[in-house]
């Protein structure tokens, strides 16, 4: 069954430093989302991609952040300049092209900031 | 504020029990609703979903409920067994491809053997 891949699966980086997250979404989905998930609470949302730009976004998603889907395979999360709050699982997810959909998550990535 | 909540952060059942999740929405414009299992270390995983113009929808073990009246979702799984045993999510959305799912706080069901 195919299925969202990212990598890594676990990122230290010290404060200030950039950052970014990998993600193989299912070949055939057409959108992508970034949500993140601090520990032991709920996941939020950050952003939804589709068609090369930007779909929606929460007011977390800042101008410290942005996306990109450098190729035909990968999409990308990048944190700019990371604060120790950023610290989270970051799930990326993506759906069909279609009304009624189901979004397949992946596995996360544990980003740890000092 | 929270758009979609759970009543109860944790449920222990015995294996075997029927188990009723419960979550709470408030946003009326709300159309699609889903429940997702998150086990230990993983990514949140389909369960079922639901649209607002039905009332019911079962799968294998589990069944959603949706009462609009009251915006209130349930998942009711049969026979809980112990692999069951992980955090259980709400989300709803607006029926539009792409749209942000908005997840509430989460039950953790334990099942003991």
């Known amino acids: 069954e195919p299925e969202v891949t990212q990598t890594p699966s676990h990122q230290v980086t010290q404060m200030g430093q950039e950052v970014i997250l990998r993600c193989v979404p299912i070949s055939n989905h057409l959108y992508f989302y970034w949500y993140r998930q601090i520990l032991g609470q709920k996941v939020e949302f950050l952003v939804s991609?589709?068609?090369?730009?930007?779909?929606?976004k929460s007011e977390i998603f800042d101008d410290q952040f942005s996306v990109e889907r450098p190729d035909g395979s990968n999409f990308t999360l990048k944190i700019r300049s990371t604060k120790l709050e950023d610290s989270a699982m970051y799930f990326c997810a993506s759906s069909e092209q279609r009304a009624l959909y189901e979004q397949y998550f992946g596995p996360g990535t544990r980003l740890t900031v000092t | 504020g929270e758009s979609v909540g759970l009543h109860l952060p944790t449920l222990s059942v015995q294996e075997g029990d029927n188990s009723i999740i419960n979550c709470a929405y408030s946003?009326?414009?709300?159309?699609?609703f889903i429940w997702y299992k998150q086990e230990s270390g993983k990514g949140p995983q389909f369960i079922i979903d639901?649209?607002?113009?039905?009332d019911k929808r079962q799968g294998q073990r589990v069944t959603v409920l949706l009462n609009k009246t009251v915006k209130h979702l349930s998942l009711q799984i049969a026979a809980t067994q112990p692999g069951d045993s992980a955090v259980y999510f709400c989300a709803e959305a607006i029926n539009q491809a792409g749209t942000a799912l908005i997840f509430g706080k989460g039950t953790t069901l334990s099942v003991s053997s």
């Open positions: 946003n009326s414009a709300s159309d699609y």
């Open positions: 639901i649209r607002s113009n039905m």
């Open positions: 991609f589709y068609n090369n730009e930007i779909s929606e």
